[in-house]
Structures are given as structure tokens and as C-alpha cells.
């Protein structure tokens, strides 16, 4: 007798199971909520409108020795405005102190040590990271690829919005545990599994229908969450700055990238990071079976490994990168400091590079071993 396959009537049903889930639900909209709350103060809690508008006066200003002076005027020797008509420069403090230094009095600074001592603190930084001569090299060559001097615009915007979309792997990871922890561990728990695996549909079909449910769910809910978020940015505060070279907001990185590009990078890291979470989880149900556990072990082991991300010398350059790799670590603006690559084929790679590509194997392979334990347990079970 021919069988007669119903994955689309499985799909939906699992998926059904999820969105009956409470706490998912509860999650989600938590999550939902919290897109319009960043949208509002990644910005606003940061800067008022107001001044926002007095900062935006500056924009499209050769950073060269005529601005640095006017920003020196304008300061006292520790680079705080003096006048509330010069508020505009205030803009200018925190670059030009993350360069020339924030503990110590500024003094008389030109644009000719600003540029080179940005070269300067790069050096300290190879040396901090222990890279090899291959990697400098790669380095340098990027760093030619740089416009200079650089044209100053305020990056208020931009950083609310790189900080907004990295910040949603940390919820996505409290949506992903409370919806996807049970999937497979429901049924065990009921004891309902051995006659829901002697249906005709209840082996193969079942464990790719619970996949399919759970990774539909996770990512639909990142997305949605970055439509909600960068929607709000854009009605409340426009994209003005995202053009602009991402050394105005992080000086010492020499990748040649815009704001807006790092913006992209983080999207795409975001959605495939909750892809391997979403599937972690699955697969830790799925051996589990038990879904406060599969809870546990995936926030527990969240904290663990950012913890250990932490406390890992810089000097195990090879573990210490593969640690960074993990979502939690590596979805951060800041991932433009990573000046350590992967060398794979005579070839360096750059560690978001390098991520992307394991937020999709990891999740196969997982996805894969969990079928053969998912049959193994079908025969045991059975």
C-alpha cells in the first residue's frame, strides 16, 4: 500500500502547537514590544532631538587641522564646549578623545596627530591581539583602502541602530527556549510519542515537519522584529548618517566599510545566529526530551559561554576566536575591533566572514545527528 504523505498538514499542526504555546506567545510579544522601545531609545535615550539637530550642523566638515582648531577653541583643555553656542562641537568629543586620549588633559591636538596617532594605538592593538605577519599585512592593505581625511558627520543614528538590531539576539534567545524547548519534548513528556510515531506520517516526516515549524517560527520572529525596529527609526528619526565611513564611530577599525554597511552585516548575522539558536534548541529537545532542561541548558549555556568569552587570554588566539564566533559575542558593533582572522585555504578571512558560514553548518549538522538519535529513539520508544 502506497503511502500517503501529509507534511502540510503536519507543518501547520506543529506550528499550531507553537503559537498555543503561552509563554512563547508571551515572549513574542515582549519581543514584539521591545522593537518600538528600542526604535524610540537607542536614540532618544542617548540625545535630544534638539541637540541632535545642533550636532547635524557639522556634517559634511573635512575633519583637517581648520576643524580640529574651531573644536579646540570651543573646548576647554579637557575637551568640554565652554559656550552653549558652540553645542555643535560637542559632537566631535568622544572621537576625538577615544584617539587622543580620555584621562588625560587634551591640550593643543591637530588633525596631523589625530591621523597618526590613530596608526599608532592600530599598532598597540596588532600586538595586543598577537597577530601574525600575514595577517598586519592584510591589514595594512585595508587600511589603504580608507578615504582620508575623513569627512566628520554625527552618528547618533547609526549607532542607535547597529546597537538595536545586535541587542535582539539576546531576546531572540528568551523567544527561541520558551517556544522551541518543548517541540520535541512535549510528547515524551505526555507519553503520547509512541502512538504518534506508529501513524503512517509519524517518523521522517514528523521530525522534518517539527523543524521546519520551529526554524519558520524563530526566524519569522526576527524578522518581524527588525521590520518593527527599523520601520520605527525611519518615521521617527530618519537614516541620516548611515553613509558615513565606520571609523567616525569606531576610529581604530580598518575595515572599509559605511555605517550602513555594518548595518547589513549585523541584519544578516542577526537572522542566521537565531537560525543555529533555533536549532540548538530542537536538537537539545530532542535529546533531552524534557523541556524545562532544554531551557536551562540553553540559557545557562548562553551566560557560560559569554562568560568564558571574557575570561579566555588573548594569547589562545585560536580558542579565544572560536569562542567570539558565538552569536552573543560576535552580532555587536563592535565586532569591526576583531582584527584577528581565519586563514582557510591561503586565504584570511575576517571572523563576521567566518560566522555567517557556521551559522548555517552548524545547524545542518545538528539538524542531521537529531534525525538519526530522533530514529533511534522511534525504535526504542516503539
Same mark, same amino acid.
Given at each position: ?8 498538514? $503536519?507543518? =501547520? ?26 526604535? #524610540? ?63 588625560? &588633559? ?8 589625530? @591621523? ?43 549607532? =542607535? ?47 522534518? &515537519?517539527?523543524? $521546519? ?29 548611515? #553613509? ?107 571572523? @563576521? ?17 537529531? @534525525?538519526?538519535?530522533?530514529?533511534? @529513539? #522511534?525504535?526504542?520508544?516503539?
Amino acid at each position: 500500500m502506497k503511502k500517503n504523505t501529509r507534511f502540510g498538514t $503536519l507543518y =501547520g499542526f506543529e506550528l499550531r502547537k507553537i503559537f498555543k504555546n503561552r509563554i512563547a506567545m508571551i515572549a513574542f510579544l515582549i519581543f514584539f514590544v521591545f522593537g518600538f522601545i528600542q526604535g #524610540e531609545f537607542e536614540v532618544s535615550g542617548n540625545i535630544d532631538a534638539e541637540t541632535l539637530e545642533t550636532y547635524k550642523s557639522l556634517n559634511g566638515r573635512t575633519i583637517d587641522d581648520e576643524l580640529i582648531s574651531e573644536w579646540s577653541e570651543a573646548c576647554d583643555e579637557y575637551g568640554k564646549v565652554i559656550n552653549e553656542e558652540d553645542l555643535a562641537y560637542e559632537s566631535m568629543e568622544a572621537w576625538v578623545k577615544d584617539i587622543a586620549g580620555w584621562k588625560k &588633559a587634551i591640550g593643543d591636538v591637530d588633525a596631523d596627530f589625530l @591621523y597618526s596617532e590613530r596608526l599608532d594605538l592600530i599598532d598597540d592593538a596588532y600586538e595586543e591581539c598577537y597577530l601574525d605577519e600575514g595577517e598586519i599585512d592584510y591589514w595594512h592593505s585595508q587600511e589603504e583602502k580608507i578615504e582620508k581625511p575623513f569627512v566628520w558627520y554625527d552618528s547618533f543614528i547609526p549607532i =542607535g541602530i547597529q546597537f538595536g538590531i545586535s541587542n535582539t539576539i539576546i531576546i531572540m534567545l528568551l523567544v527561541v527556549a520558551a517556544a522551541l524547548s518543548t517541540i520535541f519534548a512535549s510528547e515524551t513528556q505526555r507519553k503520547t510519542d509512541p502512538m504518534i510515531r506508529s501513524a503512517i506520517n509519524g517518523g521522517k516526516e514528523l521530525y522534518f &515537519a517539527k523543524i $521546519l515549524a520551529g526554524t519558520t517560527f524563530a526566524i519569522a520572529s526576527e524578522i518581524i522584529y527588525l521590520v518593527v525596529f527599523i520601520t520605527y527609526i525611519r518615521l521617527r528619526w530618519g537614516f541620516d548618517g548611515l #553613509e558615513v565611513a565606520e571609523q567616525l564611530i569606531y576610529p581604530f577599525t580598518q575595515m572599509d566599510l559605511s555605517a550602513g554597511d555594518l548595518v547589513m552585516i549585523l541584519i544578516v548575522l542577526s537572522i542566521l545566529g537565531t537560525f543555529m539558536i533555533s536549532a540548538i534548541t530542537m536538537f537539545l529537545s530532542d535529546i533531552l526530551r524534557n523541556g524545562v532542561g532544554t531551557m536551562a541548558a540553553i540559557i545557562g549555556g548562553y551566560m557560560g559561554i559569554f562568560a568564558l568569552s571574557t575570561a579566555i587570554p588573548l594569547e589562545m588566539k585560536t580558542l579565544s576566536k572560536i569562542i567570539n564566533l558565538f552569536p552573543g559575542v560576535m552580532i555587536s558593533p563592535r565586532l569591526v575591533y576583531e582584527f584577528r582572522l581565519f586563514k582557510i585555504g591561503g586565504t584570511y578571512f575576517r571572523s @563576521y566572514q567566518v560566522a555567517a558560514v557556521a551559522y548555517v553548518i552548524i545547524p545542518i549538522v545538528l539538524l542531521v545527528l537529531g @534525525y538519526f538519535h530522533y530514529k533511534k @529513539y #522511534e525504535i526504542k520508544s516503539n
